[in-house]
């Protein structure tokens, strides 16, 4: 027997299935724990436990006249068109997460993680009943959430606002507008939801591995130091320097004495103590593109540029081009970010070289390292560290030194 | 994969479906059910045959036998790439003989989380845990699994024990292989290179009073376990980090002893420059012939100088290459316990959580002994999956890389574990849980019909920290029973500790289950979990002769787990469509 076969069998074996089929699944309405099923007497369907397993034979929803329940607002509903009693739950994405639009609506499924999802809303829908989402009309262009519940397999909705203004629908599932209604449908694999164009694949629960080569530079490899950097006339008092390539540099200044901490790639830093240098805030990047870093400019031909922003730092006469990683995709930080690996390709004295993250080359009069290139069309800002929406260069130049 | 695929399993609901048709009763049975012989298949090119008799015998050596008899493939093989080691000397030896007298059975302990402190603390103070703060590593640390002696002729010897059972939560079968390793050395015997010790204490605002005041104690009494040609050095950090002893030898024990009376809390948190600092030091006095290790303790996260926590990481990473490690100890709900925990596992240095700072008195005085003593670095174990089963998740280490087929576990550093049994806590203390070594446990799916009764393959490589010697040793896991096949009730289990390993794997599903469902806002089913748990548990626990103290103390955070999610259930909001209107 063929073993490709026998693991895709084995993936349908329980092994040590943990997943616990609870007998109420849920708090019921009003926040008290269940000892039996609530029945709703409204309609006369009874609370049928989402257990997976119980799942009624397909029976059509229970038939409801529309104009006997009030009129819900939302762009979108989600109607229960089983036979039972459902309970939904609807993940909205995080706070604190930003979307670009325009391109995560290409691919919604490769660019969202689950972990930019917040704890779901619980609906517990009755049978031929409906709910709204995108309730508030969102002022973000987009909206995305991940909706599962019991046994039904947890799928993304995601739309452009644009697309599904917020309007007054039905409550049911009758009667309602059809492009603005996705139904919980049973199936010989129980419940799920139906097509729509709103309705996509759930992100997986392990985002795909960025292919071998498509280096974007990971969050221990980044470009860091403190504020203020360093400005004006100084000396290097003292460097201590740890194997990581983080420094602590002590200068003497106009002002006094101060401390800097910088982390650059092991081995870029060119000064000593002693050195002197004139450091001035950069102004721009080598196209001109918005970068924030420091130029330390030394005596005896040393140079620090170290940057970060969109643009790589200036290197003098050459072109540098930045754009996507042919045939890399997207990868995912450890906060659901997502990051589309970038290079940089330098030109200069008739020759070029293709830069990504972690590699050096000749450039101007000294070496261009590019520490960490990638475009951020998905951000997740509660993790420490996460670089702002859209492409992210940071990049060293560097004259002099030990090479 | 171990904490995603169990998300995953949760929220693959269709196969619920699957579940009610093939699900088993679970009892686990405290007598473990013996197996015969003679049925083993193919091996790994082991070359040394051991005992196969009966499951659950503990004696005489019989550890990889213990459950798959059989046969010439059951086997263990210990051989040294490097024949400084003389490990080699086991080939041939009879592994069924009595141990010698003076031979230990010590547990080890991995780099990294040695609790679940955190964990236990947002318990107790009546709230839900997150699923973050529940580190299967910690957890399996704070359980103390009694192996066979390590005859294997190494100071490390590696067991793989098999269980086939149903889970105590749904009753699904398992099959799990246990993987664990002891070391014949004793701790109160054991001789370590002189020290370098450097300390790094956060002295911020948050330490004033009680907790400054049991640091000083602790730190105090933890002069008397180093040795006389030890030094101590001290790096106070708040707002800046501040040189308050450097490599000052113990033989000048007063001016330690001043300048731990020195440390005086008050300002910020600069957590990188604490740290950068006091590698700088150690650095500064690491020799050949000499351990440098510094030990970090704080109550908060970084509030000022460099912040990013992956440079932290980075940087103890780099310095644990040069040799110099780290141990990190986080005092308080506060404390950055995932930083600490990553940076202790990346640093070849083991974390401790302390909810009360009292504690840091007993982690000073009584884990100085082990953590300072590394048994055994580089360490990598090859798993090779046999044809009748697909490996599902890894349990109790991040060090797992590998997919269905097999893999490697990567340990930076291996410790001794302080406790010396099961029933015994930590000498010493009369209460503390950590120092069990723990175990790695690998999940396995069979594939039913495959008439192949070979298991896993394991290859164990380790680095000696002293001669630097690259050893090895073999152990082929052979079933008694084709892959599928019906298990007796009360499921298959090698030895009672393979059982014990599997209600404490349980205990963490159900943790991590709990957690997540509790996140959904869905408190109710966080509870049917821990309820199911229960009676299954307590039902083993009632079975064995002398109740097992680790998974009795379990059963006592499960209790509070539920109470709180009943509280919390009273307060979780349901939402449904809006109701008819009223009628007229």
Redesign the interface.
């Known amino acids: ?1 063929q ?1 490709s076969w ?2 895709l ?2 993936l ?18 009003g ?4 000892d039996s099923p609530p029945t709703d007497v ?1 309609d006369g369907v009874s609370w049928s436990p989402d ?3 119980n ?1 009624a034979p397909d029976a059509p929803p229970v038939q409801r006249n529309p104009n ?3 009129p ?1 607002q939302g762009a979108l509903a989600i109607g229960n068109a089983t036979a039972s009693t459902l309970v939904v ?1 609807v ?1 909205p994405l995080l706070a604190t997460v930003q979307l670009d639009c325009e391109q995560v609506a290409a691919a919604p499924s490769q660019w969202l993680s689950r972990n930019l999802f917040a ?8 049978s031929g ?3 709204a989402v995108g309730v508030s009309g969102s002022k973000d262009a987009c909206t995305a959430l991940l909706v ?1 519940g ?5 799928a993304l909705l995601f739309w452009k606002t644009g697309s599904y203004p917020v309007v007054s629908m039905p ?1 049911t599932v009758d009667g309602g507008l059809a492009d603005r209604l996705i139904l919980v449908q049973n199936s010989s ?2 419940p799920h939801l139906s097509n729509h164009l709103a309705v996509h694949s ?1 992100p997986p ?2 985002p795909a591995a960025t292919p071998p080569g498509c280096a974007f530079g ?5 470009l ?3 504020e203020p950097l360093p400005d004006g006339d100084g000396t290097v008092l003292d460097l ?1 320097t ?3 390539g ?1 420094h ?1 540099l002590q200068w003497l200044g106009k002002t006094g004495i101060h ?1 800097w ?1 910088v ?1 650059l790639p ?1 081995g870029a830093m060119p000064f000593e103590p002693g050195d002197d240098f004139y450091a001035s805030p950069l102004q721009g990047g080598h196209n001109l593109g918005q970068i924030q870093g420091v130029d330390l400019l030394g005596s005896a031909g040393k140079r620090l540029r170290a940057g970060r922003g969109q643009d790589v730092v200036y290197f003098g006469k050459g072109t540098a081009q930045i754009a996507p990683q042919p045939a890399c995709g997207v990868g995912h930080d450890g906060c659901g970010s997502a990051l589309e690996p970038l290079a940089v390709q330098v030109g200069g004295n008739g020759a070029t070289a293709t830069l990504v993250a972690g590699q050096t080359a000749a450039a101007g009069q000294g070496k261009l390292g590019i520490v960490r290139a990638f475009d951020v069309p998905v951000r997740n800002s509660a993790c ?2 996460a670089p702002g929406m859209g492409r992210w260069v940071e990049s060293v130049y560097t004259e002099g030194g030990e090479p | ?1 171990k904490r ?1 695929a ?18 088993q009763a679970c009892v686990v049975n405290p007598v473990p059910t013996p197996f015969t012989s003679g049925e083993a298949n193919a091996g790994g090119g082991a070359s040394k045959v051991e005992d196969a008799t009966s499951a659950g015998d503990a004696s005489g050596g019989a550890d990889t036998a213990l459950v798959f008899p059989g046969g010439t493939d059951s086997s263990s093989d210990a051989s040294a790439a490097d024949s400084s080691t003389g490990a080699d000397s086991v080939l041939g030896k009879d592994s069924s003989a009595a141990p010698p007298d003076s031979i230990g059975n010590t547990g080890l302990s991995q780099a990294g989380a040695q609790d679940f402190g955190l964990f236990r603390a947002i318990l107790e103070a009546g709230g839900i845990p997150k699923p973050a703060t529940l580190d299967d590593l910690g957890f399996f640390a704070e359980h103390k699994l009694d192996y066979p002696d390590p005859l294997c002729g190494q100071d490390m010897c590696m067991h793989a024990l098999l269980g086939v059972m149903g ?1 105590m ?2 009753g ?5 292989v246990q993987i664990g390793l002891n070391t014949p050395l004793k701790v109160e015997e054991q001789t370590r290179p002189p020290l370098d010790l450097v300390l790094a204490i956060d002295t911020s605002t948050s330490m004033q009073g009680e907790p400054i005041a049991h640091v000083q104690q602790g730190l105090q009494q933890m002069l008397d376990q180093l040795q006389p040609g030890d030094t101590v050095s001290l790096v106070a950090f708040a707002d ?1 980090a501040v040189v308050l002893a450097s490599g000052v030898p113990l033989a000048n024990k007063a001016q330690v002893e001043k300048a731990i009376l020195q440390l005086k809390a008050g300002g910020q948190t600069d957590l ?2 604490g740290l ?1 600092q006091a ?2 030091l150690a650095s500064s006095l690491h020799q050949p012939g000499r351990e440098a290790r510094v030990v970090l303790l704080s109550d908060g996260a970084s509030t000022t ?7 932290l ?3 103890a ?3 644990a ?2 040799g110099i490690g780290l141990t990190t100890i986080g005092v308080g709900g506060n404390a950055a316990a995932a930083v600490l925990a990553d940076l202790a596992e990346v640093g070849a240095g083991q974390f401790y959580f302390l909810d009360k700072p009292a504690g840091v008195k007993e982690v000073f005085t009584e884990e100085v002994k082990t953590f300072l003593i590394p048994v055994a670095l580089d360490v990598h174990i090859a798993v090779k999956v046999g ?1 009748g089963y ?1 490996l ?2 890894v349990y109790g280490t991040h060090g797992w890389q590998g997919g ?1 087929d097999g893999g490697v576990i990567s340990i930076p550093t291996l410790f001794l574990a302080g406790r010396l049994a099961a029933g015994e806590p930590l000498p010493g203390t009369g209460e503390g849980r950590r120092g069990g070594g723990g175990a790695i446990l690998i ?5 039913p ?2 008439q192949d009764k070979g298991v896993t393959e394991l290859t164990l490589t380790w680095k000696h920290p002293k001669t630097g010697a690259v050893a090895t040793q073999n152990v082929a896991v052979v079933g008694a029973l084709y892959p599928g096949a019906q298990i007796p009730d009360g499921g298959l289990f090698s030895s009672p500790t393979v059982e014990k390993g599997f209600v404490m ?1 349980n205990v963490l ?2 943790f991590q ?1 709990a957690c997540a469902l509790a ?7 966080a ?3 821990l309820l ?1 748990l229960q009676p299954a548990v307590s039902k083993w626990l009632s079975g064995q002769a002398k109740p097992d103290p680790d998974i009795a103390d379990d059963m006592k955070y499960v209790a509070m787990f539920i109470a709180n999610l ?1 509280k919390a ?13 009223p009628k007229d």
């Open positions: 027997m073993r026998l693991l069998a084995a349908a074996l329980p092994a040590c299935e943990w997943r616990y089929a609870p007998q109420w699944p849920v708090a019921p309405d926040g008290t724990t269940l409204t257990g997976g397993s799942w006997q329940f009030p819900i739950r993940r704890p779901a809303q619980i609906w517990q829908v009755q009943r409906a709910f599962d019991g046994s039904m397999p947890m409550s694999d129980g759930a629960v392990q990971q969050a221990g490899d980044a860091e130091w403190t201590a740890a194997p990581n983080c602590m401390t901490t982390c092991p420490a560290g | 994969m995603s169990i998300r995953q399993l949760w929220q693959a609901r269709w196969l619920w479906a699957l579940l009610a048709l093939g699900a889970n939560i749904t699904s079968t398992c099959t799990l800046a990188f420059a950068f590698f700088q100088g460099l912040q990013a926590p992956a440079k990481v980075s940087m990473a780099s310095y290459k040069l044809g697909v599902k998740a269905s999940e396995l799916v069979p594939l019909g495959v794997l599903a159900a289950l996140l959904d806002n869905d408190p109710g089913a509870q049917g979990v199911a009943q259930a009273q307060q979780t909001p349901v939402s449904k469509p809006p109701d008819p209107w």
